[in-house]
Nanobody, 128 residues
Framework: QAQLVESGGGLVQPGGSLRLSCAAS??????????MGWFRQAPGKEREFVAA????????LYLDPVKGRFTISRDNAKNTVYLQMNNLKPEDTAVYYC???????????????????WGQGTQVTVSS
């Protein structure tokens, strides 16, 4: 199972940008075979899917409210996945979690049940 560590969260004003990173570690784990995703959970709300990218990077999926503002990408050589977030809004405030698919070479999906490894999360706060 992968160990995933998120970073890059923080406090930003509305309209600002942040770039989240998710570094995978583990002796034999390589994200190059796995689809990756980002989820978020706001206070008092259920966790929701944000974005996902297929194992080879040729397909992505986004939650409708973040389309055009967020971009998921991956650098398999660095074993890292990114979430570039632009034009942030107060409603984007949440803890953001990185996750890896349970099985290799799966189609892109936003279903949380298909993800087997999760990071500890990084806080993103959008406020003036």
């Amino acid at each position: 199972q992968a160990q995933l560590v998120e970073s890059g969260g923080g406090l930003v004003q509305p309209g600002g940008s942040l770039r989240l990173s998710c570094a995978a570690s583990g002796r034999t784990f390589s994200i190059s075979m796995y689809g990756m995703g980002w989820f978020r959970q706001a206070p008092g709300k259920e966790r929701e899917f944000v974005a996902a990218i297929r194992w080879n990077g040729d397909s992505t999926l986004y939650l409708d409210p973040v389309k055009g503002r967020f971009t998921i990408s991956r650098d398999n050589a660095k074993n890292t996945v990114y979430l570039q977030m632009n034009n942030l809004k107060p409603e984007d405030t949440a803890v953001y979690y990185c996750a890896a698919h349970r099985r290799p070479y799966m189609p892109v999906t936003g279903l949380a049940v298909e993800f087997g490894s999760w990071g500890q999360g990084t806080q993103v706060t959008v406020s003036s």
